[in-house]
C-alpha cells in the first residue's frame, strides 16, 4: 500500500499523554510513514515500511510502542534495533520526547564503545523499552544482564544498512530469543534482499507500507558537482561557505585520514570544523555531535557511519569531499539537507577520472540532476555548458 498523505494524530485513538508530548512537539499532522504504520502497529500487525530518511520513522514505530507499554509490568516489552550507536542515541532521544508524560515508562540504550557496566546499571532499573545496536545487545544476552524472551514488539529500524554492515547473525538470534513477540517492524529506506528473507522468516501477513520520495516529502536540494584538484576543495569550500552564508554544514569522506585532513585544512582557514570517524572515543563523539545539533558548531566532518546517526533539520548545505563508493551512500548523505520543508544544496567534489566516472553512474542510478559548476574569472558560480 502507497501513503501520500497524512493525517491529524488526534484521529489515531492515542492516549492524552501521547497526544500532549505530540503537540508539545508543535506537531498536529502525521508523515505519510506515520499514518501508514500507526494503525498496522497498533493492533499488533507486523509491518514492513520502506521509506526515504528524514520523513519520521522514529514516531511511526514509536507512538504504537509507548501506547502499548503497561507502566506495571517491569519486563521487556519492547526491543528496537538500530545499525549504529548514533541513530540507537536519536531513537532514544526522540521516544524520551514522546514518554515524557507516561509515567512509569522506562527505557534504555544500550551500544558498543560504552563501558558495559554503565549499561548494567540502566538495565537494573527495570526498562520496558531496550533501543540498542545488535551487537552489544548480543553482549548483554550472553551476560544474561538483559532478558528479551518477554518482548511483544520488535523493530529493525534501517534494516537494509543493519543486515549490509553484517549483523545478520546477530539480529536473527535475537529474534530466536523471541518466542512471545506479538509483532515485528522492519523500516527502511530500501528492500533490499535480505530484508526480504527476514519478513519472510519472521513476519505473518505484514502490512506492507511504501511512502514514494515524491514532490510532497522529497527533499528540496539543488545538487551541483565541481571538477577541482584535489589541493583546491577546502578553499572552494570555504569560499562557498562565505558566498553563500552557510551557517551549519556537513563534509562527507571515504576515510578516516580524509576526515581528519579536511577538518584540519578547514580549522588552518579559521573554519569551525570537528571531525568524527570509527577510531574517535565515543565520548568525544558524542560532544561533537552534541555541539553541532545545539548549532554550537559550524561544520560536521564525518565518514558514512555519522551519515544515518545525525537528525538535523537544518543543515544549510552537504559538501562530498570524496565521491561516494555507493550509490545509496549519496542518496543518504545529502538527505542530510533540504530537510523539514527547507531548500538544501549538496556539492560534490570530482578530482579524478575514476570519481568522475562514479558520479556519472551515481546520478544515473537515482534519477538525480547534478549540475556541473565552477568559478568564473570574477569568483562568481556559473554552470558549466
Known sequence: MEITQGVRFDTLGLSDEILRAIQKRGLEMSTPVQAGCIPPMMNWEDVIAKAPTGTGKTFAFGIPIIQHIDPEDESVQAVILAPTRELAMQITAEMRDLAVFCTGVRMVCLYGGQPINKQIEALKKRPQIVVATPGRLSDHMKRRTVRVDTAKTVVLDEADRMLDMGFIHDVT??????????????????????????AWVYQRDAAEITVRADEENKPDILQFRMDIPYDQKTDAMVKLMEDGDLER??????????????????????????????DIPQSKREQVMKRFREGKLRVFVATDVAARGIDVDDVDAVFNYDVPDENEYYIHRIGRTGRAKRHGVAITFVSDYPSKLRLDNIAKCTGSTILNVKFDEDGRLVEVK
Open 173 to 198: 538470534r535475537i529474534l530466536d530469543k523471541m518466542p512471545n513477540r506479538k509483532n515485528l517492524g522492519l523500516f527502511s529506506a530500501t528492500i533490499s534482499r535480505e530484508v526480504m528473507d527476514i
Open 249 to 278: 554544514v556537513m563534509v562527507f569522506c571515504n576515510t578516516k585520514g580524509s576526515t581528519e585532513r579536511a577538518a584540519k585544512f578547514l580549522q588552518m582557514r579559521g573554519v569551525d570544523a570537528q571531525c568524527i570517524h570509527g
